[in-house]
């Protein structure tokens, strides 16, 4: 079976600190992406991040990077240099030949 | 390019009564997905289609929940009656593949009384 883990609920970063959001996974196929989504209060869910998981470099996007532990089956997203846009409930995805599994989220409040 | 389009953005209704949703994906996505989200909790992915094939409609309530897309580009989904437990945010999200990134609607919040 395929699933997703976000054991996080909520947290809360000041501006400019950084913050480590967490995913685990489980999947039995070989070829899979993750993700990690953003959905802000009331905004349209977007794409933050992507990795594929025959990659061994994790993925970056500004100030958004990914650590990816394949053995571990970890998929955690830091966002560096917080800002109060970045408040918003994150979602961490899975991708197989046909499932697209999303986890529960975590919803990160980025405090002035 | 223009994004993924869904109406109605609001719709109240009183249960046993049916209510259906539209959705007109990215031009030339092939992918369209068909999501429930209640509040709180991350998006349940009710039916997946590939051009106007299902790949996936496992956890699509049958009795009373359908949809179709027509000429693999606009979809509806429809519920017939609604429960309560159906109040949740409808999203619809097209992708150019399987493990492409998604491109999600605003959403329909669907509120059943």
């Known amino acids: 079976a395929q699933t997703v883990t976000q054991s996080q609920p909520e947290m809360s970063v000041q501006e400019a600190e950084t913050v480590t959001l967490s995913c685990t996974y489980d999947?039995?196929?070989?070829?899979?992406?993750l993700f990690w989504y953003k959905q802000p209060p009331s905004r349209q869910m977007i794409l933050v991040i992507r990795?594929?998981?025959?990659?061994?470099q994790n993925a970056t996007e500004n100030r958004f990077s990914v650590n990816f532990q394949k053995a571990a089956k970890s998929f955690s997203l830091k966002i560096s240099d917080s800002q109060l846009g970045d408040t918003a409930m994150y979602f961490c995805?899975?991708?197989?030949?046909?499932?697209?599994?999303f986890g529960t989220g975590t919803r990160l409040k980025v405090l002035a | 390019e223009a994004g993924v389009a869904q109406s109605p953005r609001y719709k109240i209704i009183e249960k046993r009564q049916s209510v259906a949703f539209w959705c007109n994906p990215i031009?030339?996505?092939?992918?369209l997905y068909w999501y429930q989200q209640i509040l709180g909790q991350g998006p349940k992915l009710l039916i997946q289609?590939?051009?106007?094939?299902?790949?996936?409609d496992s956890q699509l309530p049958k009795d009373r929940f359908s949809a179709e897309r027509l000429k693999g580009v606009d979809s509806t989904l429809k519920i017939q009656p609604a429960k309560l437990e159906d109040s949740a945010v409808y999203l619809c999200?097209?992708?150019?593949?399987?493990?492409?990134?998604?491109?999600f609607g605003d959403g329909t919040r669907l509120s059943i009384l």
């Open positions: 289609f590939q051009n106007n094939g299902v790949v996936d």
């Open positions: 999947t039995s196929e070989s070829n899979y992406y």
């Open positions: 990795q594929e998981a025959y990659k061994q």
């Open positions: 999200a097209s992708s150019s593949g399987q493990n492409q990134p998604q491109h």
């Open positions: 995805a899975s991708s197989g030949t046909y499932k697209y599994i």
């Open positions: 031009s030339g996505h092939a992918t």
